[in-house]
């Protein structure tokens, strides 16, 4: 198993931003072939220090193996992804990759 985490810092001055953030991920990346689980959401937020919350939205992607989330990385749809929605969208990402 393969787990891609994604969190994501949008532009405060584009009102809508995870709105459109969340929408481009179900659209552009839920669909792409090989994913096992697919998760995009809001921050939930905690009373709890420990939690982070300086984040908008986080994404989680499950794939069966490394062969599996490099394939993902190039789809077409994914890159669509980033330069129509992220690059547009976005002031920080942040991944954590782990098997």
């Known amino acids: 198993m393969f787990s891609h985490i994604v969190i994501f810092w949008t532009d405060p001055g584009q009102p809508g931003a995870v709105e459109e953030l969340v929408a481009g991920a179900e659209q ?3 669909p792409i072939p090989g994913i096992l689980h697919f998760h ?14 300086s984040y908008q939205v986080g ?3 499950v794939f069966a ?7 993902y990385q190039v789809h077409p749809l ?4 980033v330069e129509k929605v992220f690059k547009r969208v976005c002031t920080r990402v942040v991944v954590y990759d782990f098997a």
């Open 28 to 30: 552009y990346l839920r």
């Open 40 to 53: 995009v959401g809001r921050m939930v937020p905690s009373e709890r220090p420990v939690v982070e919350q």
């Open 59 to 61: 994404l989680n992607v």
């Open 65 to 71: 193996d490394k062969a599996a989330h490099d394939a």
């Open 78 to 81: 994914h890159v669509e992804f």
